[in-house]
């Protein structure tokens, strides 16, 4: 089998900074309340005129700025998780793909919500383990304040706008191990942005273009079985916690992340996460929690993460890297 492994990570953030302050003149809520239950501190929002597809190009541009060894035009695929598409279609990986002039890509969107990186991932490592690609970029891109319901008090407070993105390569040696995926459609009604269908597993749901989430069963939901999937993720690649240097969790909410370190025993201090200033990011989490580690110094060379996605679907995706 083709070896594949994460070459070069970058990530784009809007210009706009929301604090928590900015909530308090629109929906019951302070400072002190979103901090104490999410952890969350700022998001950033687009501006009226970006869309997802501009914020995944600007983090492919900052990845070429910083990487300049990297030949763009010699990329022969792109995978762009998002569920904040600028249309169903033309695929925001074509978008892409057209900026950039990239004559011989393949392109598709994931949507896999904030487990979309993570599958995104893996999908690249089979394409390269198949011999049918050898350069690929994985991009978590969103624009969810397009979509959040600000008069839901409950769920407005917790997203932002991100995009990062991820090139993977044929590599002498293995950098992308063995990944875990699945889903709980059972809970689709849990999460879900409404479009057309009033139905979701035969129940009547809210139509009206927005976000909706129930909190208590996500929150519920992650945290009984996401410390399960780490575990069975380190056993599938015969590891034990002690080989793993950092977990990067989906930022969801920063108490989930919490109850998940203690479920299985791992400091929170190895826990790399994006959300105290950039808020839940969906499939841009990940690779925003890594590119903040990667330039702050901590995640190095050699280091091994466990990265894991989880939800609306209810899905989840888990992969276990070389940096």
Same mark, same amino acid.
């Given at each position: 089998?083709?070896?594949?492994?994460?070459?070069?990570? /970058?990530?784009?953030?809007?210009?706009? *900074?929301?604090?928590?302050?900015?909530?308090?003149?629109?929906?019951? @809520?302070?400072?002190?309340?979103?901090?104490?239950?999410?952890?969350?501190?700022?998001?950033?929002?687009?501006?009226? !005129?970006?869309? @997802?597809?501009? %914020?995944?190009?600007?983090?492919?541009?900052?990845?070429?700025?910083?990487?300049?060894?990297?030949?763009?035009?010699?990329?022969?695929?792109?995978?762009?998780?998002?569920?904040?598409?600028?249309?169903?279609?033309? #695929?925001?990986?074509?978008?892409?793909?057209? !900026?950039?002039?990239?004559?011989?890509? &393949?392109?598709?969107?994931?949507?896999?919500?904030?487990?979309?990186?993570?599958?995104?991932?893996?999908?690249?490592?089979?394409?390269?383990?198949?011999?049918? !690609? =050898?350069?690929?970029?994985?991009?978590?891109?969103?624009?969810? #304040?397009?979509? @959040?319901?600000?008069?839901?008090?409950?769920?407005?407070?917790?997203? +932002?706008?991100?995009?990062?993105?991820?090139? *993977?390569?044929?590599?002498?040696?293995?950098? $992308?191990?063995? &990944?875990?995926?699945?889903?709980?459609? /059972?809970? +689709?009604?849990?999460?879900?942005?409404? =479009?057309?269908?009033?139905?979701?597993? +035969?129940?009547?749901?809210?139509?009206?273009?927005?976000?909706?989430?129930?909190?208590?069963?996500?929150?519920?939901?992650?945290?009984?079985?996401?410390?399960?999937?780490? @575990?069975? %993720?380190?056993?599938?690649?015969?590891?034990? $916690?002690?080989?793993?240097?950092?977990?990067?969790?989906? /930022?969801?909410?920063?108490?989930?992340?919490?109850?998940?370190?203690?479920?299985?025993?791992?400091?929170?201090?190895?826990? %790399?996460?994006?959300?105290?200033?950039?808020?839940?990011? /969906?499939?841009? #989490? $990940?690779?925003?929690?890594?590119?903040?580690?990667?330039?702050?110094?901590?995640?190095?060379?050699?280091?091994?993460?466990?990265?894991?996605?989880?939800?609306? +679907?209810?899905?989840?995706?888990? *992969?276990? *890297?070389?940096?």
């Amino acid at each position: 089998m083709i070896n594949a492994k994460i070459t070069a990570v /970058s990530t784009y953030v809007p210009e706009q *900074v929301i604090t928590n302050q900015w909530f308090e003149d629109k929906i019951e @809520t302070q400072d002190e309340w979103i901090v104490s239950r999410t952890g969350i501190r700022e998001r950033r929002f687009a501006a009226e !005129h970006q869309f @997802t597809s501009d %914020l995944a190009v600007k983090a492919v541009e900052n990845l070429i700025r910083e990487n300049p060894s990297i030949a763009i035009q010699a990329v022969d695929f792109i995978i762009v998780a998002t569920t904040t598409a600028d249309q169903v279609m033309p #695929s925001t990986a074509s978008r892409v793909q057209n !900026h950039f002039a990239i004559p011989n890509a &393949g392109c598709i969107d994931v949507m896999a919500a904030c487990a979309g990186f993570v599958y995104g991932v893996i999908l690249a490592k089979g394409l390269v383990a198949a011999g049918t !690609h =050898q350069k690929i970029l994985v991009i978590g891109a969103e624009t969810l #304040s397009k979509f @959040t319901d600000f008069s839901d008090r409950s769920s407005c407070i917790l997203f +932002g706008d991100a995009a990062g993105v991820a090139l *993977v390569e044929c590599s002498a040696q293995a950098g $992308i191990f063995n &990944g875990i995926t699945g889903t709980d459609g /059972s809970h +689709g009604k849990d999460l879900y942005l409404s =479009q057309n269908n009033r139905l979701i597993n +035969g129940e009547e749901v809210v139509v009206n273009g927005k976000i909706h989430q129930n909190g208590r069963v996500v929150y519920k939901w992650a945290v009984q079985h996401m410390g399960e999937k780490i @575990t069975e %993720l380190l056993a599938l690649n015969k590891l034990q $916690i002690a080989d793993l240097d950092w977990i990067i969790l989906h /930022s969801a909410n920063l108490r989930i992340i919490e109850a998940v370190a203690l479920s299985i025993n791992y400091p929170m201090d190895r826990m %790399l996460t994006s959300l105290e200033l950039f808020g839940n990011t /969906s499939s841009a #989490s $990940i690779p925003l929690a890594w590119d903040l580690a990667a330039r702050a110094g901590t995640l190095k060379k050699g280091d091994k993460a466990l990265l894991l996605g989880f939800g609306g +679907g209810l899905t989840y995706a888990g *992969v276990i *890297v070389e940096i």
